[in-house]
């Protein structure tokens, strides 16, 4: 269980810590914290439906559960049809102003039927299970802070959107311009994706994320009866990988990495074919145009092969710009107001967060839960943190300009 610092204590019955209501700080996080074995269990009906990226019909099942806890909060709920992805949710809370964004996707990259392997458990303070800490508890965290706002003060505070979609660990192509979209008409975006490392510290920039494919062409021939005939696609596309290694850039923040290869058909066949599939990344906006022209002026070293380039940087990333800056201070103000230190943290994964914060809007990722394993086998959350996290998000509801 949570138990608050002593200084932090001393500075709950302050009055800046009032609500506009006259509810304490205390009786936020002490609500919420009395409310943790209820969002544990919330939490387990989510671990429970589980929804892999690629089965519509799971998805649309957990889609139907969470609309169904959404509407009990007198959430409007509007489900986004999909003809093959799950559909995303998107529950509209009335209130003044422009609205805050619940940004999180329900779709996690466990197969049906891990449970099976991977139950849903608890041990030790935490809970375990797929998709758990990418990002069901972040989920189950946004559905107690508003439920809590709503005990405290009768009511939101302001305006408030909630998007889940189901898309976004491959990629979010169908709910891509949904976020956009919302974000837009948004004060700021909350992203409920899982805090990072131990301390649970928020995510204020992201690399972007992308993907190139390198296809060469050579010609077929035998190795050994005709071997000046052939021109080797694997030798060609050897050499072009050594080219695109040195596109990476450690202090600029950009990476390469060619994952995947492929080519060739028998040892003793000149290989006629043989493909690259690279991840890339990079830190900055600007670096996108720059590399992009760098992969598409590969030439072939063997005049007789053919290089040819496909993809790009599909996923802008979150730059830690003065928006997310002063969005970050605010809630690290908040955190200490509630008894914890908060920090920040650059990492290379991306989020839909990158895509808001992309278009100017104010993001704020990692404000799910504190936890470790995303995307393995021992994946999970530290059950004493989801109170505080709850806690902190519904305080910047409360305070987000
Ligand atoms: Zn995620």
Not at 279 to 291: G, M
């Amino acid at each position: 269980m949570f138990e608050p610092r002593a200084e932090a204590l001393g500075m709950l019955s302050h009055k800046n810590f009032l609500s506009p209501e006259g509810d304490t700080l205390e009786s936020l996080l002490g609500r919420l914290t009395a409310q943790t074995s209820e969002m544990v269990d919330c939490l387990r009906q989510l671990v429970e439906l589980e929804s892999p990226s690629q089965n519509k019909a799971a998805l649309d099942r957990l889609g139907r559960h969470l609309a169904a806890q959404f509407a009990n909060l007198g959430g409007e709920i509007r489900f986004h049809k999909q003809e093959s992805a799950g559909d995303h949710l998107q529950v509209d809370f009335a209130g003044s102003g422009k609205p805050i964004l619940f940004l999180g996707h329900m779709d996690t990259v466990w197969d049906l039927g891990t449970l099976a392997t991977m139950p849903f458990r608890v041990a030790k303070g935490r809970a375990f299970g797929p998709g758990i800490f990418d990002m069901k508890a972040g989920i189950a965290q946004a559905i107690f802070a508003i439920r809590a706002l709503q005990e405290l003060n009768g009511r939101l505070p302001r305006a408030l959107t909630v998007l889940l979609v189901t898309d976004e660990e491959i990629g979010s192509r169908s709910s891509r311009p949904i976020t956009e979209a919302l974000a837009k008409k948004s004060a700021a975006v909350l992203v409920l994706e899982p805090a990072q490392g131990p301390k649970g510290a928020l995510k204020t920039s992201r690399k972007g994320v992308g993907g190139y494919l390198l296809k060469v062409e050579g010609r077929e021939a035998h190795s050994g009866l005709d071997p000046d005939k052939g021109a080797s696609a694997v030798l060609e596309l050897a050499r072009q990988l050594l080219v695109i290694e040195k596109f990476g850039d450690g202090k600029r923040g950009i990476t390469v990495n060619p994952g995947v290869v492929r080519g060739g058909t028998r040892s003793n066949v000149i290989a006629g074919e043989a493909t690259a599939e690279i991840d890339a990344r990079v830190s900055r906006l600007q670096d996108i145009p720059r590399l992009d022209k760098k992969f598409h002026s590969l030439r072939p070293f063997d005049k007789r092969c053919k290089v040819a380039v496909s993809g790009g940087i599909g996923r802008p990333p979150l730059e830690r710009t003065a928006k997310v800056a002063s969005l970050f201070k605010l809630a690290q103000g908040l955190a200490r107001e509630l008894g914890f230190a908060l920090e920040e943290a650059s990492v290379g994964g991306g989020s839909d967060g990158n895509f808001t914060a992309a278009l100017g809007i104010p993001t704020l990722d990692g404000l799910g839960a504190v936890g470790e394993g995303a995307h393995a086998r021992h994946e999970s959350v530290v059950i004493a943190e989801m109170p505080r996290r709850a806690a902190l998000l519904a305080r910047l509801v409360e305070t987000v300009p």
